[in-house]
């Protein structure tokens, strides 16, 4: 057995062949190492390269042209495509089969195409369905191709790619793109995304109308081609400044459409982000503002014509203001202003002079607290009653006299409300109107009438005594002759005693004497009965006879002023106007002495005349001018006393056909004894005089120029001793007529054709409904026979009933001939009115019957000579046009 040499036996070895065999065999060892650890190295990237194709999902491919098709498939290959092992030499064919389908003829031509050319890349994608789980996949091929000197294949090496997620996703971002285009295409407001260098990548379909160009051509316009030229400079430069900042910004500007109308757009654009961050572009969109920037121009306008008008109607508020407070301000009334709590608002300066205050003083102060009424007692309760009456949109007017710093003063109160323009009261206005003057002047001006007339009737008295004189002064210049027969003498005597006996008569008192008032009312009573309807009776109980006392004018006062209530119609009939008796009362003062038919006379005129009441009634006053001195001097047993002489002088018997009359009377006081006891009276509220009411009707005194009436009460002046003087109130009253009497009073309820055509309309209206319900299942000339039938014995009994039957030789023949055409006219007019309500319905047939009213008025005209009125005429054409209207429209 040959000996192993080693390494050190081979280097002791001195031969050189030895040791050169040994460093051989020692670099072989060397070489065979290197190659196993690159080898082994090789294994490891081989089955690492393999691993990341697995995982990348890569397969690699070998075709080799020279022979036909050979083909090598990696593992991964045969693993992406679902081949076993043993396909990893497949035929051609085999890899065409197993193509989809929808992309083989594609992907063979493409192929071949390719392998055609000179070029040495081959790419392509097409789907394949995998044998072993049927499975559609993606592939994507990316290869390289040899080729030899003429340029033909020769050689393939690349590889199969399974793309199948990516393509599944590009595929979601497609559908995603076609839904987002969609959904940009549906809305009605442009829509675009462009990218950093301001270029559209994408516009929908508004955005394309709006500029009216195609797709391709929409995407690169340039939108400031239509900007409008006032709003391009603030545009671009909000642009610009939106884009730098990165944010989302918003523009407002006005574009011209594809129609070349101006349109407001308000954009909003916001950037574009990458997943990376990274910015990319920007997306915007476009809202047609046109109609609210109008609506906010044309707001905008309207807020400044406003305010223009706000200013200038400030201006002439300010201005009336200034006129009505400069108005106020020189006024000489006392006028103010309250609000609806009574506080005083305002008070001018004529007002604030007649307290000596400032307006700070008394401003904010309830109306009836302020000086001008608490310094009077009573006058605070009135104030508040006159603001609560006006409160209820009620004016109050009333004279009153007050305490004022500047003196006691009569004023003439008045105090209305203060409306806005819906009618509801805001507040009120006082006012103040001082009468101290006039009253003054009215009293001086009754007095120098009334010494005018006591001059007057002092001339004529001196004129007719200078005459009687002047024949007594002759007379007796004849008796002093000598040579005067005794019959002559005897007759100047005669004259002169005429004469005296004359002028003594000529002395007439201006009081009043003893007369029989019954006589003299009696006596114009049966003359003027038929001038005044009594309405009630509420005095007419005393007895008759007795005395009174009348003044010369009574009959003059009582006569003229019953005469202007006659009335007289149009055939000369006199026929009674309504009135209302009312106790009525006034006082004449002073002494009986020196009372002149003057102050008699105008007293009378002054309550002779008429009056308007509230419920319409007609009232007359008259005065009998008449004193009486009271010798008891007790104002109410004097008052009650002189009431019951009126009444029992005066013959009341009311009985039928003939004249009543009442005459009231009351007391009157001396003006300055009044005036003493007003103050007393006054301290005291009139509602708590336990006497208030009890002189009758005082409250009511109109003025005299010797008596004020004042609104104190004059209950509390019972029990004094006054000199007191009565007047006589007189009414007159006519008997209530009988029941007879009716149809003789000219206008009266009964007798006026207004009422009887009334009822005739609702008779008339009940005629056609009865007459419609009965004519449904009767014939219609019966249905009028049977009328006719009711109609005669109705009046049958009516006329027999009324006792006014009449002898048919007692009717003219002119009177038969036209009730016999007018009962044949209204045979023919029931006979056609009940066809027709046969026929038609009520509420047609009855309006167009009364086209009569039209045919009337015209037969009226030709042959009864009667001229209706214009109203007349045209209440006649609107009720004819009423009925044509309903006969053309139904």
Known sequence: MRTRITTADALNDPLPETIA?????????DVARERDNAYRALQEREAELARIQRIGKVGGLEVDFREGFKNRRSPEYLMIHGLPPEAADESHEDWVNRIHPDDRDAAVKHFFDVLAETSEDYTAEYRII?????????????????????GRAIRLVGAHIDITDQMLARETLRESEDRFRLIADSAPVPIWVTKLDRKRSFANQA?????????????????????????????????????????????????????????????????????????????????????????????????????????????????????????????????????????????????????????????GQPFWDTPWFTETPGMSDVAREAFETVLRGEAVRMEMRLRLPIGERDFEFGMRPVLDRHGNITGAVPELVDITERRRGEEALRQSQKMEAIGQLTGGVAHDFNNLLTIIRSATDFLRRRELPEERRRRYVDAISDTVERAS???????????????????????????????????????????????????????????????????????????????????????????????????????????????????????????????????????????????????????????AFVVHGVAGVDGEVWNRCRASCARRSPKSCRWRGECYGCTKLP?????????????????????????????????????????????????????????????????????????????????????????????????????????????????WLFLVLSGLATGASWLCYFRALKLG??????????????LVALFAFAFLGERPTAQGWTGIAMIGAGAVLLAVKF
């Open 21 to 29: 065999a040994e460093r051989l065999r020692q670099h072989l060892e």
């Open 703 to 815: 003025q005299t120029p010797s008596l004020r009436a004042q609104r104190s009460n004059p209950g509390c002046l019972r029990g004094k001793t006054l000199d007191c003087y009565a007047a006589l109130a007189m009414t007159a009253l006519a008997p209530r007529p009988k029941a007879t009497e009716l149809d003789d009073m000219k206008p009266a309820l009964l007798s006026a054709w207004q009422t009887w055509a009334l009822l005739s309309a609702c008779f008339a209206a009940l005629t056609a409904i009865f007459a419609k319900v009965g004519v449904e299942n009767i014939n219609p000339d019966l249905a009028t026979f049977i009328r006719t039938i009711v109609v005669l014995l109705g009046f049958s009994v009516l006329l027999f009933f009324t006792g006014q039957f009449a002898v048919p030789s007692a009717i003219s023949s002119r009177t």
């Open 841 to 854: 319905p009520a509420t047609l047939v009855a309006p167009i019957d009364k086209l009569s009213v039209v």
């Open 130 to 150: 995998r044998p072993s789980d049927g499975e559609t996949r993606w592939i994507r091929v990316v290869a390289k191709i040899e080729r030899d000197s003429n």
């Open 207 to 363: 955005y394309v109308d709006f500029v009216g160009l195609p797709y391709e051509e929409a995407i690169d316009f340039d939108w400031r081609k239509v900007l409008h030229p006032d709003d391009l400079p603030h545009v671009l430069q909000q642009s610009v400044q939106g884009e730098a900042s990165l944010k989302p910004f918003v523009l407002e500007a006005r574009y011209k459409n594809a129609s070349g109308e101006w349109r407001w757009l308000r954009s909003e654009s916001q950037p574009r982000w990458d997943p990376t961050g990274k910015h990319i572009g920007f997306i915007g969109v476009a809202h047609d503002i046109t109609a609210a920037k109008q609506a906010e121009i044309e707001l905008r306008r309207l807020n400044e014509t406003l305010e223009e008008r706000i200013v200038e109607r400030t201006a002439e508020l300010e201005s009336n203001e200034a006129r009505l407070r400069a108005i106020l301000e020189t006024s000489n009334q006392y006028q103010g202003l309250v609000n609806l709590e009574g506080e005083l608002l305002y008070a001018n300066k004529t007002a604030l002079a007649g307290i000596r205050t400032e307006a700070r003083d008394v401003i």
């Open 505 to 659: 008569k000529r002395r007439t008192g201006v009081g009043n004497a003893p007369d029989d008032i019954a006589e003299i009312l009696q006596q114009l009573g049966r003359e003027l009965a038929d001038v005044v309807i009594v309405l009630d009776h509420e005095h007419a109980v005393a007895a008759p006879g007795g005395r009174g006392l009348a003044g010369p004018r009574c009959g003059f006062v009582v006569g003229g002023r019953a005469l202007r209530l006659r009335k007289v119609d149009r055939e000369g009939r006199a026929f009674a106007r309504r009135a209302h008796h009312r106790d009525v009362a006034f006082g004449l003062l002073g002494e009986a002495e020196r009372l002149a038919e003057a102050e008699a006379g105008a007293l009378a005129d002054l309550l002779g005349r008429e009056e308007r009441l509230e419920d319409g009634v007609d009232v007359f006053r008259c005065d009998a001018a008449a004193g009486i001195r009271d010798r008891d001097r007790d104002i109410v047993a004097a008052t009650r006393r002189l009431r019951a002489q009126a009444r029992d002088a005066l013959h009341l018997a009311h009985r039928d056909g003939e004249a």
